[in-house]
């Protein structure tokens, strides 16, 4: 039987955010908006979809209004209408909301990228160092073997002079000329 795989909460969540963030962006892409004419006062008193169809217009909830955005300031004053109850763009999310999802989605990419920077470098560094002692343990190893393979070979010219010694077939080494005597 196979198990069925489940989601945490919490990545639930936040993939319904995004599709409802999506589809708000959708309409609001969708939607076309009417003539600059119109103030959005006008549209005070009626819905939140039709205020918010204008994109230069703020949605308020505690008076049912439509005012014009305060473009001065990026955030609408708590004067002219609380963030808990002002909407922009879509009906179903406040400010308070969108701003918290937005910093919780810029912090995690922040987050993400500087991790990944550092594990980049971290692995990097890690690798060249890595690299710089295997190539220092190998330059210790070829010359062990040299000193190995001279020792090897002093041994065995020792061995051969001593075995040459003792059927006399070791030269002087004052006098490189020697008489051949057959017996």
């Known amino acids: 039987m ?10 639930q969540g936040l993939a319904l955010l995004w599709s409802r963030a999506v589809a708000g962006l959708e309409q609001i892409l969708s939607t076309v908006p009417p003539a600059p004419a119109q103030a959005c006062s006008e549209f005070s008193q009626k819905s939140c979809e039709e205020c918010l169809k204008n994109v230069s217009c703020l949605w308020c909830y505690t008076n049912n209004t439509c005012i014009d955005y305060p473009v001065r300031s990026i955030l609408p004053p708590s004067s002219l209408c609380s963030l808990s109850h002002a909407r922009w763009g879509v009906c179903w999310i406040n400010f308070e909301a969108l701003i918290i999802a937005m910093a919780v989605v810029a912090g995690l990419i922040l987050v993400s990228i500087t991790v990944c920077c550092c594990y980049c470098c971290y692995c990097r560094r890690r690798s060249r160092s890595r690299l710089d002692e295997e190539e220092e343990q190998l330059a210790r190893k070829k010359e062990e073997r040299r000193l190995q ?21 070791l030269q002087d080494s004052d006098n490189p000329y020697s008489r051949f005597e057959n017996e």
């Open 2 to 11: 196979e198990a069925v795989r489940r989601w945490p909460l919490w990545l």
């Open 149 to 169: 393979s001279l020792q090897r070979r002093h041994e065995r010219k020792l061995k051969h002079d001593e075995i040459r010694k003792k059927y006399g077939l």
